[in-house]
């Protein structure tokens, strides 16, 4: 593996249309919100414990998690009650209370349109105000949170990233997105009961095992290893917070460490460099583009741009947040953005060698309430993720954002062509080089970067992909 620097239905939950329960492979109900039982909860042994918010879960039986259970129970529960007020508020005041939202819903690259009684709110059910195969899709996202209960992370004492690990968890969201795109791909579903399934239940499996709260081998990407690199590498003690730029180059170097089968490049300036994705072989790549859009808040002319990006097949979502609070988004509806929220508390999943997990066990890691934040109320640093798992969905990428710059939008990323003096390159390989009058007669639109980034390249030739000639949807930008 090359790392450098720089599917629509899911496991058979279902909704009930009638009682808005929705229900796992193993027939237990689950909270009617989040489909989340208590954390560590085995099959048959959950009661369900109404709710209307994320924080929703289900209470263990076992006098040995109750106290836990309990706990965290609580605590999610002042939180919800707190971000619903503190929501209520703002809306009021920004006047928002009464605006009718979107028809157009977008989630990871994928449209769902809301019927006319589908945008009153107000009038309407907890998942009615959506279509239903966005909550089913929605519900699909892998949702990482805060954890307890687990193993020390040393050198500390601490058994719980509650209060500080918000955006490494929103992080794992994120990359937890790209390797469903990887291993599942974008439509996928599997029966818990079934079968003929197993395999791709063990390949969901295996990917949640990479999040799991421990030192095991398997646990790449654990908030022990992601905490313990950002000791390392970037001089956070245990117990400190981290920004987008720093989670994004945790992912990176636990990635590359591991020698894992997802290649992942981050960039800070916003500049892809093609050299170093494709030098010597393609490999299946996550793109983590940390940026900067204003001081306090988001600058207004980068609105459009955080909605296209998530309008893209290849996005995999943003890593942000509001202030002092970190989130992930996966999509919008108007000038709302969709995300989860990593500020609730389950407890750590114990492991197990025989991966006998089913969906109660699991269910923590997913939730079917989906939330909307104004892009009026993001804090500007985030970090965005794109998944390319050939060649020409990398092609594709290139060519939508340099459409969308040609159209006049402010974009975050910009590809580079150049290729520094004295690399080779194979002709059976991804690259191709030719002039840059060759690249120019082609039709190849390279995007141009800041001279100061790419001073080290300036001696070089340019870069075309072989491969497909890129979406050519001309009418792309105009459709959203």
């Known amino acids: 593996m090359v790392t450098t620097d720089s599917g629509a239905q899911g496991h058979s939950a279902t909704i009930d249309r009638g009682s808005l329960e929705r229900k796992n492979g193993e027939g237990n109900t689950l909270s009617r919100n989040t489909g989340c039982p208590a954390e560590g909860a085995k099959a048959g042994a959950v009661e369900a414990i109404p709710s209307n918010s994320m924080s929703g879960v289900t209470r263990p039986s076992g006098s040995g998690s109750d106290l836990a259970g309990l706990t965290n129970h609580v605590v999610n529960t002042l939180r919800e009650w707190y971000v619903l007020a503190s929501d209520s508020i703002a809306n009021i005041l920004e006047g928002r209370i009464m605006q009718q939202p979107s028809k157009d819903i977008w989630l990871l690259g994928k449209h769902y349109e809301a019927t006319a009684a589908q945008q009153h709110d107000s009038s309407q059910g907890w998942t009615e105000s959506y279509p239903p195969g966005f909550i089913e899709d929605f519900s699909h996202l892998i949702w990482c949170t805060y954890r307890s209960h687990y193993p020390p992370i040393a050198p500390s004492a601490f058994t719980t990233d509650a209060g500080w690990g918000c955006m490494l968890r929103a992080g794992q969201t994120l990359l937890a997105q790209a390797l469903q795109l990887h291993t599942l791909g974008r439509d996928w579903g599997f029966s818990w009961e079934s079968s003929r399934d197993e395999d791709r ?11 799991f709260d421990d030192y095991t081998s398997t646990s790449i990407f654990s908030i022990h290893h992601m905490a313990s690199a950002g000791r390392q590498f970037e001089g956070k003690d245990i117990g400190q917070w981290f920004g987008p730029h720093g989670t994004a180059r945790i992912i990176h170097k636990l990635a590359r460490e591991a020698n894992h089968e997802l290649n992942v490049y981050t960039t800070m300036d916003g500049v892809v460099y093609l050299a170093d994705i494709c030098a010597d072989e393609f490999r299946p790549t996550l793109i983590l583009v940390t940026s900067m859009l204003g001081i306090d808040r988001v600058n207004p002319v980068y609105y459009p741009f955080i909605q296209v990006s998530l309008t893209l097949p290849q996005s995999v979502g943003i890593a942000g947040g509001k202030p002092s609070s970190a989130l992930y988004f996966s999509g919008f509806q108007g000038d709302e953005l969709f995300y989860l929220d990593p500020h609730y508390t389950r407890q750590a999943i114990v492991h197990r060698n025989d991966d006998a ?77 030719l002039s840059r009058s060759d690249s120019e007669s082609s039709g190849v639109n390279v995007a141009s970067s800041p001279e100061s980034s790419v001073e080290h390249r300036s001696e070089g030739s340019d870069i075309v992909l072989e491969g497909g000639s890129g979406s050519g949807e001309e009418d792309w930008v105009t459709d959203l």
Not at 201 to 211: D, E, N, P
């Open 201 to 211: 239940r063990r390949q969901y499996v295996g990917i949640i095992k990479q999040f």
């Open 357 to 433: 997990y089913t969906a109660a066990d699991l269910a923590t890691y997913s939730c079917n309430s989906p939330r909307r934040i104004p892009l009026s109320r993001l804090d500007p640093c985030m970090v965005f993720g794109y998944y390319c798992g050939t060649l020409d969905t990398l092609i594709d990428l290139r060519s939508r954002i340099d459409l969308l710059a040609d159209d006049g939008m402010k974009t975050l990323v910009a590809f580079d062509n150049a290729i520094p003096k004295g690399m080779n390159s194979h002709a059976g390989g991804p690259l191709m080089l």
